[in-house]
C-alpha cells in the first residue's frame, strides 16, 4: 500500500481558490495516474481530476474551467488548483491511485461558503 498524506484545504468565499497538495510513498507514483477525488456529505466519492504520468489531463463536467491538477514526479506530489469555487464544491477531498486499489488517506476538508 501506498500511503497519501493530503493538504490545504480550509474555508474560503465562494469565488475563492484554494491549492491542495498530496504527496505520496513508494516509487510507483512516477508511472501511476493520479486522482484528485471528493466526497459531499450523503453522497458517493467521486473522480473531479485525473494525470497521467505523461501530464494529459481530465475533468469532471462539475470542475472543467475551474480545476487545475499537476504533479511533480520528482517530489510525488500531485496538485489541485481550485478556483472560482462554488459551495458545491464543499466535500472532502481525497487523491488516490485511478485503476489501481490502494488505501485512501484521511483527505483534506474543503469549505465553501456563500
Known amino acids: 500500500q501506498v500511503q497519501l498524506v493530503e493538504s490545504g484545504g480550509g474555508l474560503v468565499q465562494a469565488g475563492g481558490s484554494l491549492r491542495l497538495s498530496c504527496t505520496a510513498s513508494g516509487s510507483i507514483f512516477s508511472i501511476a495516474v493520479m486522482g484528485w477525488y471528493r466526497q459531499a456529505p450523503g453522497k458517493q466519492r467521486e473522480l473531479v481530476a485525473e494525470i497521467t504520468s505523461g501530464g494529459t489531463r481530465n475533468y469532471a463536467d462539475s470542475v472543467k474551467g475551474r480545476f487545475t491538477i499537476s504533479r511533480d514526479n520528482a517530489k510525488n506530489t500531485v496538485y489541485l488548483q481550485m478556483n472560482s469555487l462554488k459551495p458545491e464544491d464543499t466535500a472532502v477531498y481525497y487523491c488516490?491511485?485511478?485503476?489501481?486499489?490502494?488505501?485512501w488517506g484521511q483527505g483534506t476538508q474543503v469549505t465553501v461558503s456563500s
Open positions: 488516490n491511485f485511478v485503476g489501481l486499489l490502494n488505501s
